[in-house]
Nanobody, 115 residues
Framework: QLQLVESGGGLVQPGGSLRLSCATS????????TGWFRQAPGKEREAVAC????????NYADSVKGRFTTFRDNAKNTVYLQMNSLKPEDTAVYYC????????WGQGTQVTVSS
């Protein structure tokens, strides 16, 4: 069974950058679509960025286009989310997801953007 562990969250000032990592174990990433989601207090979980299982298709939420980049290293079984030009509205718990016929989730990592 695939297991996911996120890291890299923290407190950052507006305009700053963070890189989130999602280390996976228990299976190879080759056959999974992967994605990053976030959930702010009082709001529903939303998709931020997703990569198809082939890696040939990457999609971003409109709110993060041009600022966030997702990529993965299948050899390291790790998925990344590079976040630049962070805004206070990016504050949320960020979750890593991997999907085939089942959905797998990490425990989440807190990102707080504040001066």
């Amino acid at each position: 069974q695939l297991q996911l562990v996120e890291s890299g969250g923290g407190l950052v000032q507006p305009g700053g950058s963070l890189r989130l990592s999602c280390a996976t174990s228990g299976s190879t990433l080759d056959y999974y679509a992967t994605g990053w989601f976030r959930q702010a207090p009082g709001k529903e979980r939303e998709a931020v960025a997703c990569i198809s299982s082939s890696g040939g298709s990457i999609n971003y939420a409109d709110s993060v286009k041009g600022r966030f980049t997702t990529f993965r290293d299948n050899a390291k079984n790790t998925v990344y989310l590079q976040m630049n030009s962070l805004k206070p509205e990016d504050t949320a718990v960020y979750y890593c997801n991997a999907k085939t016929s089942n959905d797998y989730w990490g425990q989440g990592t807190q990102v707080t953007v504040s001066s």
